[in-house]
């Protein structure tokens, strides 16, 4: 492979983890709450999507106008009735820990339920792109990584553009930066919380549609996804979208190329790496997050 | 005075019915299920030194079971170096380790030092998944790491019978119930108590907060290690995700909150109940669904997250309270000795 094959397919791998991370620093900068079940929750979107690839046949990408409103209602109805209460409860605590540890165990539940119902085979569904490679002048990229990288840098315009002008963005935004005066100002910040987890979810479903062609599916798949998307929106700053997309891309560039000069362990220490030099020299990220570390 | 006596008889009855256990308890299975249990309660009350009493929601302790277990048992499988001394030199590193890794970790807040342990032991599951040797040392990779063995001997802690087992890790609870009950009531533990509750007001009242936290850090995780240690002894087998992995560092924290974090008795119920449940249901009906007894696992924490946040300790103090309200004569009677004793 050429070099700017290597470039390309780090790209497009590195936008879909700009994506998952997307879901999840949206949903920390708004409720301040680190969702451990991103992964999981990613891993059920995968599982939705291939079942009804088997079912229906239809492209995976169609799949999405019926994946990602599920996904969303699985986050409303989450944050609904899961995390609401437990943020209720902790009002008056300075560092909200339970939260977290509730998505934590969220995910347990999501893994093993998925486990129970699917079995653990790796599964992937092989449409008729999967195996394809395009070729652009020289470089040559799996049509399957290349069709993820547009999908993914396409939605996550849509959503910038949505949380700039749309008037749920504004209220999401709002609710961000100060929950009491959002409230005062008239925002139901109780249902902007829950639809901040919706929407948060909601992206995991594109990441899932544009992953299945390419990536083998399976109950613990979301763990690989997981630390990787921790490790994005901590480069990117925490809480920031443009972050979120560059930091996967930074990422999913440093894997790849770094794998062409260096064993797979060094690769995956050098992106844990990576991120605990940005961690210990600028917590705040790249792009800087307003929020206190 | 009597309502102290009282709670002195009840753990010391506890304490002497848990040693004759094994009298009762004779199949080698139900031995090895309590023998998890304990070990299980043991290491979440290590991690409540540092996530309970410090506040420092640490998602990596499986590092340091990994370390005590790893050194230990390199050590013993090169030189023969007992295990009961391993186990200090495994305590020794994970102590230098978690010192390494606190100094700039634990200037990071709340979630950042959350995602920061995430990554670490992440790291460490993947250099130990792909480290076969270190220089002469044999360190197997993913596949793992056996112990050696020789046969029965109390030096390298190998026994065919679980009862040995059965009592060293119940003198080890015993001895981590005791400094957690030591740290507690120190000043340790009270400076701890502050920078939990206001890191920025514990430092304005002079706490050198790093410092402390440092030193509850360095405790836990000797202690950790420790009970990586006994695993090795006791499983004579070591698998880095395992040993190491998200399912080590995360029980260890579920346990504690479900028991109640920050209270000296919390982890140690919650580590029992947690551990008995889960192989209650993998016994019952594990064979049938994979991943059941994990399920109803993740169940229990996120149910006791959402209606008992201060943990299963908490219910006791709720029903005495309640009892005290109804006919206050014992509830009274108990303060009224305390305050009398104290002055």
């Known amino acids: ?293 | 005075m009597k309502g102290i006596n009282k709670n002195y008889i009840i753990l010391a009855g506890l304490g002497i019915l848990l040693c004759l256990l094994p009298m009762f308890v004779t199949k080698p299975y139900y031995l090895q299920v309590i023998i998890m249990c304990i070990l299980w309660a043991y290491l979440a009350s290590c991690w409540n030194i540092i996530g309970g009493f410090a506040g420092q929601l640490s998602l990596g302790h499986g590092i340091y079971t990994a370390v005590g277990a790893y050194v230990a048992v390199i050590l013993f499988n090169t030189f023969g170096l007992s295990p009961w001394l391993g186990m200090f030199v495994g305590g020794g590193i994970a102590v230098l380790l978690s010192l390494v890794i606190g100094f700039p970790t634990f200037g990071l807040r709340g979630a950042y030092y959350a995602l920061a342990t995430v990554a670490i032991g992440e790291a460490v599951v993947v250099l130990l998944n792909n480290t076969g040797h270190l220089g002469q040392f044999l360190i197997g990779g993913a596949e793992g790491l056996s112990v050696k063995m020789v046969g029965v001997s109390a030096a390298a802690i190998q026994f065919n019978s679980k009862v040995p087992y059965y009592y060293i890790i119940l003198a080890m609870l015993f001895l981590i119930i005791f400094i957690a009950q030591w740290i507690k009531n120190s000043k340790l533990g009270y400076y701890l108590v502050a920078l939990r509750e206001d890191e920025d007001a514990a430092a304005a009242m002079g706490i050198d907060v790093r410092r402390n936290k440092l030193i509850a850090g360095a405790i836990s995780a000797f202690f950790t290690a420790l009970g990586g240690v006994f695993y090795a002894v006791l499983i004579r087998y070591l698998e880095p995700t395992a040993i190491a992995g998200a399912i080590m560092s995360n029980q260890m924290v579920f346990m504690t909150i479900v028991g109640g974090a920050g209270t000296v008795l919390g982890p140690v119920i919650g580590g029992i109940t947690l551990s008995f449940i889960s192989e209650l249901i993998r016994f019952y009906l594990g064979s049938q669904l994979m991943g059941l007894h994990l399920f109803i696992f993740g169940l229990i924490v996120m149910l006791m997250i959402i209606f008992q946040p201060k943990g299963l300790i908490e219910l006791k103090e709720r029903f005495k309270r309640k009892r005290g309200s109804g006919a206050d004569q014992n509830e009274g009677g108990e303060s009224g000795a305390r305050s009398a004793s104290g002055a």
């Not at chain 1, 560059?246 to 690769?267: N, R």
Request: a neutral charge.
């Open chain 1, 1 to 293: 492979m050429g070099f700017l094959s290597v470039v390309a397919n780090g790209l497009s791998m590195g936008a879909i983890y700009g994506l998952i991370a997307l879901g999840l620093t949206l949903i920390f900068g708004i409720m301040k709450i680190i969702n451990f079940a991103q992964g999981a929750l990613l891993m059920v979107s995968m599982m939705i999507s291939y079942w009804l690839w088997v079912a229906t046949g239809l492209s995976p990408y169609i799949l999405v106008l019926i994946v990602a409103p599920l996904m969303f209602l699985m986050g409303y109805f989450s944050e609904r009735f899961l995390i609401k209460p437990v943020i209720d409860a902790q009002k008056d605590v300075r560092e909200p820990v339970s939260v977290l540890l509730l998505t934590a165990a969220f995910a347990i539940v999501l893994e093993n339920l998925c486990l129970m119902l699917f079995g653990a085979d790796y599964v992937m569904a092989q449409t008729s792109f999967s195996s394809q490679t395009l070729a652009l002048g020289s470089v040559t990229v799996s049509a399957a990584r290349f069709y993820g990288l547009i999908i993914a840098l396409v939605v996550a315009f849509l959503f910038y553009m949505f949380l700039q002008y749309s008037q749920t963005g504004r209220n999401l935004r709002a609710t961000g930066q100060d929950r009491n005066a959002a409230a005062l100002m008239g925002i139901d910040v109780t249902k902007t919380y829950a639809i901040a987890f919706g929407i948060g979810t909601a992206l995991l479903a594109v990441a899932a549609v544009a992953l299945i062609p390419f990536y083998y599916v399976h109950p613990s798949v979301g763990a690989v996804f997981m630390t990787k998307a921790f490790i994005v929106v901590v480069l990117g700053g925490l809480g920031s979208v443009p972050g979120a997309i560059l930091g996967g891309i930074i990422i999913g560039l440093i894997e790849s190329v770094a794998a062409q000069y260096m064993t797979a362990t060094l690769t995956a220490m050098l992106v844990y790496l990576v991120f605990l030099v940005v961690l210990f020299i600028k917590p705040t990220g790249i792009f800087g997050s307003p929020y206190e570390w």
